[in-house]
């Protein structure tokens, strides 16, 4: 939420490097949910296929 704010009044007032590092938190957070997900599916298929 945070860092699309930053995007956000980056891109309205031209700081583009407020606007950059907007994008930067969000790529980094999107980074982490994916990680977090195949961290899940991962324990998932463990457990699914235990002997």
Same mark, same amino acid.
Do not use: P
């Given at each position: 939420m945070k860092a699309r704010a930053k995007t956000e009044i980056g891109? $309205?007032?031209?700081?583009r490097p407020l606007a950059a590092?907007? $994008?930067t938190e969000q790529a980094e957070a999107k980074l982490l949910r994916t990680q977090d997900r195949l961290r899940s599916v991962a324990n998932e298929i463990r457990r699914k296929y235990k002997r």
């Open positions: 891109a $309205r007032t031209g700081n590092e907007g $994008r």
